[in-house]
């Protein structure tokens, strides 16, 4: 198929491959851009228009500037990639017009979008529930496909696993703080515990914006706050850690770190809200929210004892975990799904 993917002005920031490797990127932009490559792998003709500054051919396939899409030129497919897009209206070329969204709301009229489009992707059951109950978009017209985990990033001869090592990956303000409680109770028990915290907000294209949190922690035994670290780096911390323990403040759509900590073994521990309730599917989920005032002591105490007691039930969970995901987040069998919606059929 011939498939352009159209982003909306500064959405993604002009991304591209070898930003995934150098000053790293937001995880919606590294699941266009590792779709957009499996697609191509698998024959396809690619083209992604955002606002970056040239033209070129990366992985197969072809980036260009917005300015330069000509809405009306012969295609199979269109994706619309995110947000409502002024340059794919009503009169086009394309078999297909797709609307991809990895957001609850970003610019312009989800309601209106959905309408004028053949088909709609969300990423979650929460997201396309989401878009029932806000937008009034009926459920039968959205398709949820999964995001997918780069494996290839992963080293074939993975490092040895650090004994009593979490990691924390997500944006700070979505769940940092209440990790802390966890943490010292979880170390009160576990004298050798230790924790990695990677990510902020440098991959959405902006400042680090995280001192509040480094002073909040500054001092704290056994914790490393490393902030965001290239892409190969923070799969090695991921392969080292024994555990990701995750006290969400947020509503999250799909939720990559989680679903890329099963493949590489962090066994993740999260509430059961939003979409962590399904994308969660191999790890342990705690009922309710991090402002319970139990939560924390709930999350602890299961971690423990994961961690001690549990130790074996833990690695035979972490080694089953690791094949299923990687079977459920491998981007072949995603771009498959992909690839029907593309055509007008049904996934399977």
Request: proline share 6%.
């Amino acid at each position: 198929m011939k498939i352009a993917l159209v982003c909306n002005d500064g959405s993604p920031i002009g991304v591209t491959p070898p930003d995934i490797y150098e000053r790293g990127v937001g995880g919606a932009e590294l699941a266009m851009m590792s779709l957009m490559e499996t697609l191509a792998r698998r024959g396809h003709e690619v083209t992604v228009y955002n606002d970056n500054r040239f033209t070129k051919d990366f992985g197969g396939v072809t980036y260009g500037h917005r300015n330069n899409f000509n809405p009306m030129e012969p295609r199979d497919a269109i994706i619309i990639y995110r947000s409502p897009n002024p340059l794919v209206g009503t009169r086009h070329g394309a078999k297909r017009v797709v609307w991809w969204s990895c957001d609850q709301y970003t610019i312009g009229s989800f309601a209106a979008l959905a309408g004028r489009v053949d088909a709609i992707v969300c990423i979650s059951d929460f997201h396309r529930n989401y878009f029932e109950t806000i937008y009034g978009i009926a459920k039968e017209r959205v398709t949820v496909i999964d995001l997918g985990v780069r494996k290839q990033d992963y080293p074939a001869k993975p490092p040895e696993r650090i004994l009593n090592r979490l990691i924390f990956m997500s944006i700070p303000d979505r769940g940092l703080k209440e990790l802390k409680p966890i943490y010292d109770l979880m170390r009160a028990e576990i004298p050798d515990l230790s924790l990695t915290i990677t990510s902020d907000y440098r991959l959405w294209g902006v400042n680090a914006n995280n001192m509040q949190h480094r002073l909040f922690w500054a001092g704290t035994p056994g914790v490393e706050f490393l902030g965001a670290v290239p892409r190969r780096e923070l799969c090695r911390l991921q392969m080292q850690a024994d555990m990701m323990v995750y006290p969400c403040t947020y509503e999250e759509l799909f939720c990559l770190s989680v679903a890329e900590a099963q493949v590489a073994g962090a066994f993740p521990i999260t509430p059961n809200v939003a979409a962590l309730s399904t994308t969660n599917e191999w790890g342990i989920q705690i009922p309710g929210v991090p402002s319970a005032p139990d939560f924390a002591t709930q999350v602890a105490s299961r971690a423990i004892d994961l961690l001690t007691t549990e130790r074996n039930f833990l690695d035979q969970s972490r080694e089953k975990m690791m094949v299923l995901a990687a079977k459920r987040f491998d981007w072949d069998r995603i771009a498959a799904q992909w690839e029907a919606v593309l055509s007008g059929e049904k996934p399977t």
